[in-house]
């Protein structure tokens, strides 16, 4: 059985927008992404002393149990290089659960609905990009009367273009499977190498090269191993 869930994203360290990418790739080795939200740029909310956050939302389908997502979540954050912080501190990445099949769920480890979104424009804003009439369990408010109530000052949706957007990256390779294998087995630092390679082309033709030309590489070696 498949079950619809929303996860909130941000990163305000290193190039921002390749680490977002960078998990969702991961991520669709147990996850289906069936779309994202805008970018947006928005300020450090609890400790201050940091740069500002990219942050997005994405809608996926996935046959994971609540707790085998999050230790999905987990190691993949660990992977790409979270290391231990301060509470709200900066971070390479950083992924929350927020909604599951629109029910609620609480665990020791876990909740869900995320106990806290409904109190950061950050999370809300891009989650209302893709359901805005979504109800939040248990108050019965939608994201978008949520965000409405919230001080939205400092959250700015970023203007990149559609084929530069992560969501559009993660359709190439959920569209050709058989280069995950190639990119899951290379180190972090190799994977946003290859990613920041193809995000520095500055014209979409370029970009669009680069792109097929990594998936093509990338499936070539899943198809010797």
Known sequence: MSHLVYLALGANLGDRLVNLTQALILLTSDV???GCSDVYETPPWGYLDQPKFLNMAAEV???LSPLALLEKIKFLEEKIGRESSV??????????ILLFDGGI???????IPHPRM??????LAPLADLAPDRIIPPGGQTVRQDLGRLDQRGIERLEIREDRKPFAVVMAFQLHPEALPGFIRMPPSHQREHLIHVFDAKRAETFQKRLDGMIARLSEKGETM
């Open 32 to 34: 289906k992404v069936l």
């Open 61 to 63: 389908s996935t046959k």
């Open 87 to 96: 509470r709200f501190g900066p971070r390479l990445i950083d992924i929350d």
């Open 105 to 111: 769920y609480e665990a020791e480890r876990l909740q």
């Open 118 to 123: 409904t109190e950061r424009a950050f999370v």
